[in-house]
């Protein structure tokens, strides 16, 4: 089975740049969670979709990170404009979905982000 | 707030040790509590949690909860220098299989 797919692995931007990140899910997982982890920290939510509905964005900063799945399978997440403090690895994880039988979340290699 | 503690935060034993990682939690309408062990950058799901007193093994680990004390632990018993990383706590909440994260305990094994 093919896990959580995310690209691209690393990326180094200037502040007030942006910058978009892609994840796969694995097939037939309904729920997709984006996750903020900087050094020295645990996974932070930034936004849980469930299908192309979200869930939860209570803790992502709306005023310059924004998350799509359009299709309920794929997702995007971005940032515009970047600031130095976004500096993280952000991870990608799905699992089967509300209401179903749960598992746990499967992660992706997730993203190290670097904002200079 | 929710809020989810894990402790110690670091730890450095030698191979062949017992270590044992706590995680305590305050959390609205506890669901679950997930174990995960990190490795460069992937977290990866060891356990789920749902009764207090019934320990889950796998191998040389093991994990126990109680629900009254709002607590679990994860033991690794016989430490390999490939169980060095981070293991993270995370809770189940609410509803709609939200969690939040502890900060996670770094564990290195020195041969």
């Known amino acids: 089975e093919a896990g959580v797919a995310q690209s691209p692995r690393y990326k180094i931007i200037e502040k007030r740049q942006s910058v978009a990140f892609w994840c796969n899910p694995i097939?037939?997982?309904?729920?997709l969670y984006w996750y903020q982890q900087i050094l020295g920290q645990g996974p932070k939510l930034l936004i849980q979709f469930q299908n192309n509905g979200v869930v939860d964005d209570s803790q992502l900063p709306k005023d310059r990170f924004s998350a799509e799945r359009l299709k309920g399978v794929d997702s995007t997440l971005k940032i515009q404009p970047a600031k130095l403090e976004d500096s993280a690895v952000y991870l990608c994880?799905?699992?089967?979905?509300?209401?179903?039988?749960?598992?746990?979340?499967?992660f992706g290699q997730g993203t190290r982000l670097t904002v200079v | 707030e929710d809020k989810v503690v894990q402790s110690p935060l670091s730890l450095v034993v030698h191979e062949g040790d017992t270590v044992t990682l706590n995680c305590s939690y305050e959390v609205t309408n506890f669901r679950s509590l997930l174990w995960y062990k990190q490795e460069k950058k992937a977290p990866t799901f060891l356990f789920m949690l749902?009764?207090?007193?019934i320990e889950k093994k796998s191998g040389r680990l093991s994990s126990i909860l109680d629900k009254k004390e709002l607590f679990s632990i994860l033991n690794i018993t016989a430490t390999q220098t490939g169980d060095s990383a981070v293991y993270l706590c995370?809770?189940?909440?609410?509803?709609?299989?939200?969690?939040?994260f502890g900060p996670g305990t770094r564990l290195s094994v020195l041969p």
């Open positions: 994880a799905s699992s089967l979905g509300v209401g179903r039988r749960w598992f746990g979340a499967f």
């Open positions: 749902t009764s207090s007193g």
């Open positions: 995370a809770v189940e909440h609410n509803y709609g299989q939200n969690f939040v």
């Open positions: 097939s037939g997982h309904a729920t």
